[in-house]
């Protein structure tokens, strides 16, 4: 940042603009009280440095995933991307595991996270949470072709391959405490009994290994985007019974970084809010899914 203001200052002074002397670099500014604050606010040094970081996953389609040519694309993509427009910056894309940026403690490596989080009490302790979600999305069963697993009490005693740190995994263990979804959410009393849970490092993983022919699991919970996108695909795969669970998606970012969160988190906070009244959310959202998946299913 500091390389920045010393750029401008150059520039300015060159074009023959009269300006206030200014401080050197490491000495305390005088009546400076806006460009302070924009230091120690992360709002502030991303409309600085001109860029937003953002984690997202290149294997989580159609959320997330790259194109043949290397290229980001899908929802959360597109969601990202026209957030950072509205900020009036560019966005930079990085791709830590999902287990690191549910953790937080991102250690300053990126801004926030469009990444179809859910919401969930125990995230809310080390992250906070764009208002309102930018879209919900029902979890959902999905088991390989012939394998005779067709309801939910076909499950019973199976094993459930799921992504690690996720939602279904908590669900599956029965931790619904962390889960911390409210009660209208549930679309079913309780899991599977005695499942085996095999947990990979992404929900598609799970796809992935099925289509590779692995034999450990039978039937995976995941989003049913991810169901949806497999099944068009071609890979053998059916759902099995009803959605279990909804989920609230939305922007997240770290309680512990360096600068403060609150003004970024209140302006994409708006920005999702006009996303939804002005109907790009729901452009996207069927673009993508091929429904409106924003809106409150349990509203």
């Known amino acids: 940042m500091k390389r920045l203001l010393s750029i401008l200052l150059v520039a300015v002074l060159c074009s023959g603009a009269c300006v206030a002397p200014v401080a050197p670099q490491g000495a305390p500014a005088d009546d400076d009280g806006g460009a302070s604050a924009a230091v120690n606010d992360l709002l502030g040094e991303i409309m600085a440095r001109g860029t937003i970081r953002i984690s997202t996953d290149p294997n989580y389609a159609p959320q997330s995933f790259l194109d043949e040519s290397g290229n980001f694309v899908g929802f959360d993509v597109d969601v990202a991307e026209e957030i950072s427009q509205r900020l009036g910056v560019e966005v930079e894309f990085v ?22 989080m859910t919401i969930t009490t125990a995230r809310q302790k080390i992250l906070a949470f764009a208002s309102p979600p930018y879209y919900y999305t029902p979890a959902q069963f999905a088991a390989v072709e012939g394998s005779g697993l067709e309801t939910l009490e076909d499950l019973n005693g199976a094993t459930i391959c799921v992504g690690v740190s996720t939602t279904y995994e908590s669900w599956l263990m029965g931790d619904m405490e962390g889960l911390g979804l409210p009660a209208a959410s549930f679309y079913v009393d309780s899991p599977p009994a005695d499942v085996n849970i095999l947990p990979l490092t992404v929900d598609n993983d799970c796809v992935q290994q099925i289509q590779a022919g692995r034999q450990e699991f039978q039937a995976f ?17 059916h759902r099995v019974g009803k959605p279990v669970f909804s989920e609230n998606l939305a922007v997240a970012f770290d309680k ?25 959310l729901s452009s996207l959202s069927m673009e993508w899914f091929g429904e409106d998946l924003t809106s409150d299913p349990t509203k």
Do not use: C, Y
């Not at 791709?95 to 179809?116: C, E, H, K, Y």
């Not at 919970?221 to 795969?237: D, H």
């Open 95 to 116: 791709t830590p595991d999902w287990d690191l940026i549910t953790a937080g403690n991102w250690g300053d490596q990126w801004d926030m996270s469009v990444g179809s």
């Open 221 to 237: 919970l995941t989003s049913n985007t991810v169901v949806e996108a497999a099944i068009a695909e071609g890979i053998a795969i």
């Open 256 to 280: 512990s970084a360096s600068r403060d969160i609150a003004s970024l988190v209140e302006k994409v906070s708006e920005i999702i809010g006009a996303m939804h009244a002005d109907g790009t």
